[in-house]
């Protein structure tokens, strides 16, 4: 893979099959290359994957039809996607990845919770996959479920070894892959009149309550990879427009799940009773005998380095984690050990659960674990766009003794009011809120959390005096290369 050397501006190789040597450390501009194109396909099949049936398939399983679905599913990624894809600019233009960017808003011990709830994301994704890719794989005869998900999962934290290019390249390939069976899957049910006039009538057919449900459902998984995405943009180079990574982050990722989680939706509709894996073969059988089975293989390859994602990027917070308590040089070795707790725990416990796991938890799971990340997500961003503008001092966000300090009560407070304002909206199979059930049963929690969230931290940051930091930021503006070392 050929690019440019941001130094001298001459092309250079970076081989998908070389190890990535780095961690949580500053990329220097040497080791910086990429395209735009690699943050839509990065998305796009890491987003188009067999997880994403599940979102798709809620609609239906609510009594709404196709099209409602269709249009709320759409509705919950658009407003997903906006915060997922701003994102993905703090890479390029900082160097690092996402987790240690927290520090600035929540302090060196204050993040500690928020790498815990993103350590949860991730790890409890990992469960998800391989619970998943276990059952596929029994399904197409080629193993039990606990053979074939233990074996996958093994490839997935060999992709997480590698690292960032070759994530980069599998996902590339994928999405050519996706991007043609996708389009012969919805074209041949079109074509051929499958789907019906009932599943596509939009007169007299809505229905509220479950068109919220299903607008904050896809809103929630959508932003549940929030945690992901500054992770695989690091390495691009800081010339990167703001706008144009924003962009083809936002239309790989939108147009990635939605693009699965419709397929699940008329799979669902087309098949009631049928678990979603069965219904996606034997729909695609309709259009052609065995094409059920290649989507189900190429929806099943997506997963499997989405998963690989899914374990380095949790690495990557775990080692987060530990250099707050305890600072440590940012190895290669310290990488994979990494890579191997949080991976091969989650294999493990993936393989023991029921393979009918994913359909009688995942809302739940998904709802919890989004409910955690929205007030972050707003602090976040507020921070980066509009109270620092993009600029932090990389070298004191790795300083123990530094400005950004243990405790960071802006981000802290901002968090903790915005948690308990969602409390009282959250509709859950255990817990029901007393306004989502005045509503009748609509969970309104994420358009409170996070406006509360946002508007609250910049009300907090109006007296922050940022002339220290900055004076630190003018010092090592140029000087950063000279002290990131090639890390062994």
């Known amino acids: 893979m050929e690019v440019i050397d941001q130094q001298n501006n001459q092309p250079i190789t970076k081989s998908a099959t070389a190890i990535e040597s780095r961690s949580i450390d500053y990329v220097p501009l040497s080791e910086r290359h990429g395209r735009l194109s690699d943050q839509m396909t990065i998305w796009f099949a890491g987003s188009a994957h067999l997880?994403?049936?599940?979102?798709?398939?809620?609609?239906?399983?609510?009594?709404?039809?196709?099209?409602?679905?269709?249009?709320?599913?759409?509705?919950?990624?658009?407003?997903?996607?906006?915060?997922?894809?701003?994102?993905?600019?703090?890479?390029?233009?900082?160097?690092?990845?996402?987790?240690?960017?927290?520090?600035?808003?929540?302090?060196?011990?204050?993040?500690?919770?928020?790498?815990?709830?993103?350590?949860?994301?991730?790890?409890?994704?990992?469960?998800?996959?391989?619970?998943?890719?276990?059952?596929?794989?029994?399904?197409?005869?080629?193993?039990?479920?606990?053979?074939?998900?233990?074996?996958?999962?093994?490839?997935?934290?060999?992709?997480?070894?590698?690292?960032?290019?070759?994530?980069?390249?599998?996902?590339?390939?994928?999405?050519?892959?996706?991007?043609?069976?996708?389009?012969?899957?919805?074209?041949?049910?079109?074509?051929?009149?499958?789907?019906?006039?009932?599943?596509?009538?939009?007169?007299?057919?809505?229905?509220?309550?479950?068109?919220?449900?299903?607008?904050?459902?896809?809103?929630?998984?959508?932003?549940?990879?929030?945690?992901?995405?500054?992770?695989?943009?690091?390495?691009?180079?800081?010339?990167?427009?703001?706008?144009?990574?924003?962009?083809?982050?936002?239309?790989?990722?939108?147009?990635?799940?939605?693009?699965?989680?419709?397929?699940?939706?008329?799979c669902a509709a087309l098949y009631p009773t049928a678990s979603l894996t069965t219904a996606l073969v034997d729909s695609g059988n309709l259009i052609y005998p065995g094409f059920g089975t290649v989507l189900l293989v190429v929806g099943a390859l997506a997963l499997l380095i989405f998963n690989g994602m899914c374990v380095y990027g949790g690495a990557l917070t775990l080692i987060t984690a530990l250099d707050s308590i305890k600072p440590n040089a940012p190895t290669l070795g310290l990488r994979i050990k990494a890579i191997m707790v949080v991976g091969l725990s989650a294999t493990i416990l993936g393989v023991l659960l029921p393979e009918d796991f994913l359909n009688t938890t995942f809302y739940t799971v998904l709802a919890v674990l989004a409910y955690l990340m929205a007030p972050w997500t707003a602090i976040n961003l507020v921070d980066y766009f509009f109270i620092r503008k993009g600029r932090y001092s990389i070298k004191e966000i790795f300083n123990p003794k530094g400005v950004y300090g243990d405790w960071n009560w802006r981000g802290i407070g901002a968090y903790v009011i915005a948690f308990i304002a969602m409390i009282p909206f959250m509709y859950l199979s255990f817990y029901q809120g007393p306004i989502a059930v005045y509503f009748g049963g609509v969970d309104y929690a994420f358009f409170v959390g996070i406006p509360v969230g946002a508007g609250l931290y910049w009300l907090f940051c109006l007296n922050q005096n940022l002339s220290n930091e900055n004076s630190l930021i003018a010092k090592e503006t140029g000087k950063l290369d000279l002290v990131a070392k090639p890390i062994l």
Request: proline share 3%; glycine share 12%; charged share 5%.
């Open 51 to 266: 997880l994403s049936l599940a979102t798709g398939a809620i609609g239906i399983t609510l009594g709404l039809n196709l099209a409602w679905t269709l249009i709320a599913l759409a509705l919950g990624t658009f407003l997903g996607t906006i915060p997922v894809a701003a994102h993905a600019s703090q890479g390029p233009h900082l160097g690092l990845p996402q987790m240690v960017q927290t520090r600035p808003q929540f302090g060196r011990y204050g993040a500690l919770f928020i790498w815990l709830v993103a350590a949860m994301v991730y790890w409890g994704y990992i469960v998800l996959d391989v619970n998943l890719l276990g059952a596929t794989s029994a399904q197409l005869n080629l193993s039990s479920a606990t053979v074939g998900g233990l074996v996958l999962g093994a490839v997935s934290i060999a992709f997480a070894i590698f690292g960032y290019n070759l994530l980069h390249v599998g996902q590339r390939y994928t999405t050519v892959l996706l991007v043609v069976v996708l389009f012969i899957y919805v074209g041949g049910l079109i074509y051929n009149g499958l789907l019906s006039d009932e599943m596509l009538r939009l007169a007299g057919a809505f229905q509220f309550t479950p068109f919220v449900m299903v607008t904050s459902a896809a809103l929630a998984y959508q932003l549940s990879w929030a945690f992901f995405v500054s992770d695989y943009s690091r390495y691009m180079p800081p010339s990167t427009s703001h706008r144009s990574i924003i962009i083809c982050t936002g239309m790989g990722a939108g147009l990635g799940v939605l693009s699965m989680e419709a397929v699940g939706a008329m």
